[in-house]
């Protein structure tokens, strides 16, 4: 059975930092791409970051790099999202999710999502 299971969620203040966890099981983890997607109340589900099997490739949103970095533990199963300098547009579930194939940015590319966890930015 697969399952993604995230945490790290919370409230923080504007300009604070929050690192997020997924953790991964019922899959050969390294073997697959990750990716984060966060929506956000009355908005699509967007594309944050993704990750490759090995880690050795990365790509982030445009109008979230120098801000976020995906990273990933093989050896732990689970991926991160190291989230700085937050904004209160960062507010939004975060989701993370398994890549099965194709663009890195499309939803549709991603098999199996996890539950998500509740970011909320104060100002």
Not at 30 to 59: D, L
Not at 75 to 92: G, I, R, W
């Amino acid at each position: 059975q697969v399952q993604l299971v995230e945490s790290g969620g919370g409230l923080v203040q504007a300009g604070g930092s929050l690192r997020l966890s997924c953790a991964a099981s019922g899959r050969p983890f390294n073997r697959y791409a990750m990716g984060w997607f966060r929506q956000a109340p009355g908005k699509e589900r967007e594309f944050v970051a993704a990750i490759s099997g090995s880690g050795g490739m990365t790509t982030h949103a445009d109008s979230l790099k120098g801000r976020f970095t995906i990273s990933r533990d093989n050896a732990k199963n689970t991926v991160y999202l190291q989230m700085n300098s937050l904004k209160s547009e960062d507010t939004a579930v975060y989701y993370c999710a398994f890549h099965q194939g194709g663009s890195y940015s499309s939803r549709g590319s991603y098999d199996y999502w996890g539950q998500g966890t509740q970011v909320t930015v104060s100002s």
